[in-house]
C-alpha cells in the first residue's frame, strides 16, 4: 500500500516563523493529502493536492507536489501557538485508502 | 456540529474481556473506516466499509472484528484484549472514494487501556 513518511519528525519553533514539513512516498499517485491532529484527537483535513497540481494554497498553508522525486511539502507560514500539533501526510495509490505516515510533530512556543 | 461521534471516549477495560467500541455519523457517508493509532505513530487502518461490503486489512489480528448495522453506526469488538491492544482507536468516514479524491472526516477517538 501506498505510505507518506514525514520529515522531520519533530520541529519546535517560535511565532511568527514559517514551519516546513516535508513527504515522501513510494510509488505513484492519485492524489496526497495532509492532515493535522491535535493532541489525543482525530485528525482533520487540511488540504488535498491532486497529481497534476504542484502547488495549492489555504490561508496559511501552502502544499507543494513534486512527482518527479515523489515528494511534497507543507509550508505553515505565520505560525502560532494554536498551530501547535502533529501533521500526517496521506498518499492515495491505485488502493484507494490513503495511508498515513507516523507524522511530524510541530511545537509552536509563543 | 458532532459529525463523527464516538463513545465512549476513554474505555478501561481488563486483560481477555471483550470490548465494544461506537462510532456513528451524520454524514450520511458510505464508507467508514478503524484505524488504531499507537503513541506516536501512523494511524493504522484496521478495516473499512463501503457500505456494507466489509473490507479486512491483511495483517489485521483475528481478535478484531467489526459490525456495521446500518448507515449511520459501525462498532469496533475486540474480542480478547491484549496488553498490545492498548491505543487510540480512530473511526473516519469518507464519500465513496472509488468515485473521488474525497477527504476523511475523523471522529475524535477512543483511547483503550488494558489492564
Known amino acids: 500500500s501506498q505510505q507518506g513518511e514525514e520529515d522531520p519528525q519533530a520541529l519546535s519553533i517560535q511565532e511568527g516563523e514559517n514551519a516546513t514539513m516535508n513527504c515522501s512516498y513510494k510509488?505513484?499517485?492519485?492524489?496526497l493529502q495532509w492532515y493535522r491532529q491535535n493532541s489525543g484527537r482525530g485528525l482533520v483535513h487540511l488540504i488535498l493536492?491532486?497529481?497534476?497540481?504542484r502547488e495549492k494554497h489555504s490561508g496559511r498553508l501552502r502544499v507543494t507536489l513534486d512527482t518527479s522525486k515523489k515528494s511534497s511539502s507543507l509550508l505553515i507560514t505565520a505560525s502560532r501557538a494554536a498551530d501547535t500539533a502533529s501533521y500526517f501526510c496521506a498518499a492515495r495509490g491505485g488502493s484507494y485508502i490513503p495511508t498515513f505516515g507516523r507524522g511530524t510533530s510541530l511545537i509552536v512556543h509563543p | 456540529d458532532a459529525m463523527v461521534i464516538q463513545n465512549p471516549r476513554y474505555q478501561v477495560t481488563q486483560f481477555g474481556k471483550p470490548v465494544t467500541l461506537s462510532c456513528s455519523q451524520t454524514l450520511n457517508h458510505n464508507v467508514m473506516y478503524w484505524y488504531q493509532q499507537k503513541s506516536s505513530q501512523a494511524p493504522k487502518l484496521l478495516f473499512h466499509y463501503y457500505d456494507k461490503d466489509f473490507n479486512n486489512e491483511a495483517d489485521t489480528p483475528d481478535n478484531f472484528q467489526s459490525r456495521r448495522p446500518n448507515t449511520s453506526f459501525c462498532f469496533l469488538d475486540i474480542r480478547s484484549p491484549g496488553l498490545g491492544d492498548a491505543a487510540m482507536y480512530l473511526c473516519a468516514t469518507s464519500r465513496d472514494i472509488r468515485q473521488g479524491p474525497y477527504e476523511q472526516y475523523f471522529g475524535p477517538g477512543t483511547r483503550l487501556t488494558v489492564t
Open positions: 510509488t505513484s499517485i492519485n492524489n
Open positions: 493536492i491532486r497529481s497534476n497540481e
